[in-house]
């Protein structure tokens, strides 16, 4: 599953952010077949109300959400990047992650310490901010020392060393690599260094309860910030998400309302769907009898890359997929119908696999 970490300075709200995460999964999904990996690795279910539906048009006898993996990176303090505080360590986890939602303190509350003695949303974004750019910015260096001798015997291509040098410039102003205007090539050079400031971020505003419906001065500076950066941002209160995880949905809409709250997505639904734009996601289907399933791929796979998804096999012997759209389907009312409606495909190798499809894969063994 793809990883999202999620970073911030201490005392923020990222556990009980991340707890959260891990009870309501564990609630929403009742078959789902994992949970925590590692204490502080889990994977979450996708929540989706298309899979009720397809179950019930195709009689499955379960469903199963698609999912994401979060990993609560504690500890990074100023002066990570230099090895404070384990720093190194919490920096390598960051690497292995396709996204971060770095959280954000936007409440005050006397009795909960703020690492640097104040609350203070845009100076601790900084501070974050900063150790992903000089994590980077040392191994940026590093490379280019490398390439610097490499590059008379042809071993160091002149794009990787055009981007490590554009790197360097941004890196050194401490802003962070994703700024750096980089051709599509150069990124490609580069991709391997694992760069932690050009991954994808999410703000996560954290807020007490009681500014959860109109959100503080501190939410604004964060959406600025994220503005200037094309960065999204979601409110959201640790705190209460992690209250509403033990009530029941009437419960729910009662606790929100009191708030001021409609009853939409939750903070957590919130995140979980930012996280899939973020990453340019999308879900296709399988359904049948025995279940009804929901899958990840990425923008812009074809039907044998998306095959491969739910098994490598699938991918080497793939023939052709039959495929119908989920609204088609439910238009028609059931697979027989939609069959003689033409509303169902055969489509080949070369076909760009679409939001809601559902697929049914042939395949040689
Ligand atoms: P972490 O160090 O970033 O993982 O922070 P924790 O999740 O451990 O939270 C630190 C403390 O802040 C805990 O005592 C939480 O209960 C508290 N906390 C977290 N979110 C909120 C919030 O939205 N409002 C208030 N008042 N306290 C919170």
């Known amino acids: 599953a793809l990883k999202t970490g999620i970073v911030g300075l201490p005392n923020v709200g990222k556990s009980t952010l991340f707890n959260a995460l891990m009870q309501e999964s564990q609630a929403q999904a009742a078959n789902f077949p994992f949970c925590t990996i590692e204490p502080n690795t889990g994977v979450v279910a996708v929540p989706d109300p298309k899979l009720k539906v397809l179950a019930d048009i195709n009689n499955s006898r379960k469903t199963v959400p698609t999912s994401l993996s979060f990993v609560d990176i504690a ?54 901010s900063l150790e992903l750019a000089l994590s980077d910015l040392a191994q940026v260096e590093r490379r280019l020392q490398r390439a610097s001798k490499d590059i008379k ?39 391997s260094l694992g760069l932690l400031s050009a991954k994808p971020v999410i703000y996560a505003a954290n807020v007490q309860d009681s500014d959860l419906a109109g959100g503080n001065a501190m939410v604004e500076d964060v959406r600025k910030h994220a503005e200037s950066e094309g960065a999204s941002v979601v409110v959201v209160s ?19 309302e009191e708030l001021g709250v409609a009853r939409g997505e939750t903070g957590l639904e919130k995140l979980i769907a930012q996280v899939y734009k973020l990453l340019d996601l999308r879900t296709y289907y399988t359904s049948g009898e025995t279940e009804t399933k929901a899958w990840t791929i990425k923008k812009g796979m074809l039907a044998p890359q998306a095959a491969g998804v739910i098994h490598s096999d699938f991918e080497k012997g793939f023939i052709k997929a039959e495929t119908v759209a989920y609204d088609d389907l439910v238009a028609a009312g059931s697979m027989k119908a939609a069959k003689e409606a033409g509303m169902v495909r055969a489509e080949g190798k070369e076909y760009e696999v679409q939001e809601g499809d559902v697929l049914l894969f042939r395949f040689n063994v």
């Open 75 to 128: 500890g990074l303090v100023a002066g990570a990047s230099k090895g404070e505080g384990l720093g190194n360590q919490f920096l390598a986890n960051i690497r292995e992650c396709d996204a971060i939602v770095h959280v954000v303190r936007c409440f005050e509350d006397e009795n909960i310490v703020h690492v640097s003695g104040s609350v203070d949303a845009l100076r601790d974004i900084e501070v974050i």
């Open 238 to 256: 640790a705190q209460v998400e992690s209250e509403l995880v033990d009530l029941d949905n009437d419960e729910r809409t009662s606790f929100l």
């Open 153 to 191: 015997s042809g071993k160091t291509k002149a794009e990787e060393m055009s981007a490590l040098e554009k790197l360097r410039v941004v890196l050194d102003e401490g802003r962070p690599a994703r700024q750096a205007e980089l051709t599509q090539e150069e990124w490609s050079t580069v991709q």
